[in-house]
């Protein structure tokens, strides 16, 4: 329900006003003066305000400047008994949505209400947008303080303000597609779109159909033009995920675009220019699809312009706890569940996991282990594996053996002097030699 904030000091007035304006389905809350409105405004999630001019405690024109100020997102209608000329253009320029003149104009305030509403309403939308957008696509979102992820952002920030192709490898769920939105975002092409498509999620002739359109006629149903997702993306970014995925003929469409800046849609023999930075990704390693004639050299030459190789998880151990206390705030919050916190021995499982499925499969993971909680803490019991495939080296360990618990502990130790070697060894009460020999042995980053 919109809400709205009724300020004027003749009692009577206001409280009809707020009975006519609830009967509209608003939400009212009253004020007799300025002061006693900006307090209500302090306290309350206010829509609209609709001030009197004339207030025993100020002026509503130069209120209307400091409400939005404030608050930018709320709109002000002003009320005046004697309007005129110089304070209606004061009281826009200070912000007002608009200024209208009591009694001459009393049938628009309702109808302004609706529009002052409706304009508040989309503002609101914009804003957590924006917020959601600014989450997943800065660089700085991305989670992670390991060497390994921290030398793939690095390459990725510096490509990113190029307009050059850039191939994302890596396993499934290492995180490409959120990488190629903060490439995009970081480049010159940010103010346009962002089009992602899985080309494994559809067959050659559907494939061809969405990335490149069609012309009336083409095909049976085809009734209309239809724009494809390399004209959505103009002056913007296309991300062709699972780009191994897709059909040799098709490739050679791809090719072109990047060759040339022009394709063919469906049934059309006029060809079509775009502007489109292409961002690809695959898990495959195309170089034997190339072997085996699945995937064509010449486009995977200009797709690895520049290639960006995403780690999979088990070699950012150091980030995993940091992941997971993340997703399960995530989860905490959606299920209306306090902080979590995390027992040493989740951890630990988590940490020694194989993690095939990567940070996907540890989100789903935590997810479930949410779900499962007690007493606002996640531990082993809520996990859905045991001692399986834990890695150690080239061995696998027991999730309890000592070795695995030294690894562990030199690596919290190491963290917590900030890579400090000379300190951890103070710490671990060992020469500085011994622990760098244990540093390679358990391959700690």
């Known amino acids: 329900m919109n809400r709205v904030l009724l300020i004027d000091d003749e009692e009577k007035l206001r409280k009809l006003m707020a009975k006519i304006i609830s009967l509209e389905g608003f939400d009212v809350i009253e004020a007799a003066d300025i002061k006693s409105g900006l ?36 709109e002000i209608i002003l009320l005046t008994a004697y309007g005129n000329i110089p304070d209606g253009v004061r009281a826009i320029k200070n912000g007002a949505f608009e200024y209208i003149t009591k009694g001459d104009d009393n049938n628009r305030i309702i109808p302004l209400l609706y529009k002052a509403s409706e304009k508040v309403a989309l503002a609101r939308r914009v804003q957590q947008l924006e917020k959601r957008l600014g989450d997943r696509l800065s660089f700085d979102k991305i989670i992670g303080k390991s060497s390994a992820i921290k030398a793939a952002i690095g390459m990725a920030q510096k490509v990113a303000v190029t307009n050059t192709t850039v191939l994302l490898t890596g396993e499934t769920g290492t995180g490409k597609e959120v ?76 090719l072109r675009v990047l060759e040339t800046g022009e394709f063919l849609k469906v049934g059309d023999s006029k060809p079509t220019k775009v502007d489109v930075r292409i961002i690809a990704a695959t898990n495959r390693n195309l170089e034997t699809e190339i072997a085996s004639d699945h995937f064509r050299s010449d486009l995977f030459y200009r797709l690895s312009v520049f ?105 919290r130790v190491l963290k917590h002097t900030n890579g400090n070697k000379a300190e951890a060894a103070r710490l671990l009460e060992i020469g500085i030699a011994t622990l760098y020999r244990k540093i390679e042995e358990y391959k700690i980053q």
């Open 39 to 74: 307090k209500k405004l302090e306290v309350s999630d206010v829509d609209v305000v609709l001030c009197d001019v004339k207030l025993p405690d100020g002026n509503g024109v130069e209120t209307a400047k400091l409400i939005k100020e404030r608050y930018p997102i709320v």
């Open 179 to 254: 990488f190629a939105q903060a490439i995009h975002q970081a480049s010159s092409r940010r103010e346009r779109s962002f089009v992602a498509i899985n080309c494994a999620a559809f067959t050659k002739d559907l494939l061809e159909n969405e990335l490149f359109g069609h012309k009336s006629g083409a095909f049976t149903g085809a009734t209309k033009d239809q724009r494809g997702l390399f004209e959505e993306a103009h002056l913007g970014t296309i991300f062709l995920d699972e780009v191994g995925e897709m059909a040799v003929e098709l490739q050679a469409k791809i």
């Open 307 to 411: 290639t960006i190789e995403l780690p999979p998880l088990r070699e950012r151990i150091e980030d995993i706890a940091t992941l997971a206390q993340y997703y399960a705030d995530i989860f905490a919050l959606k299920s209306n569940l306090k902080p979590l916190r995390m027992t040493p021995e989740f951890v630990l499982a988590l940490e020694n996991n194989l993690w095939r499925g990567n940070i996907r499969e540890l989100k789903n993971v935590i997810e479930r282990s949410v779900i499962l909680s007690e007493g606002g803490i996640l531990g082993v019991e809520g996990l859905p594996f045991g001692e399986r495939e834990y890695r150690e080296g080239a061995s696998v360990l027991s999730n309890f053996s000592m070795s695995n618990m030294e690894r562990q502990h030199i690596q």
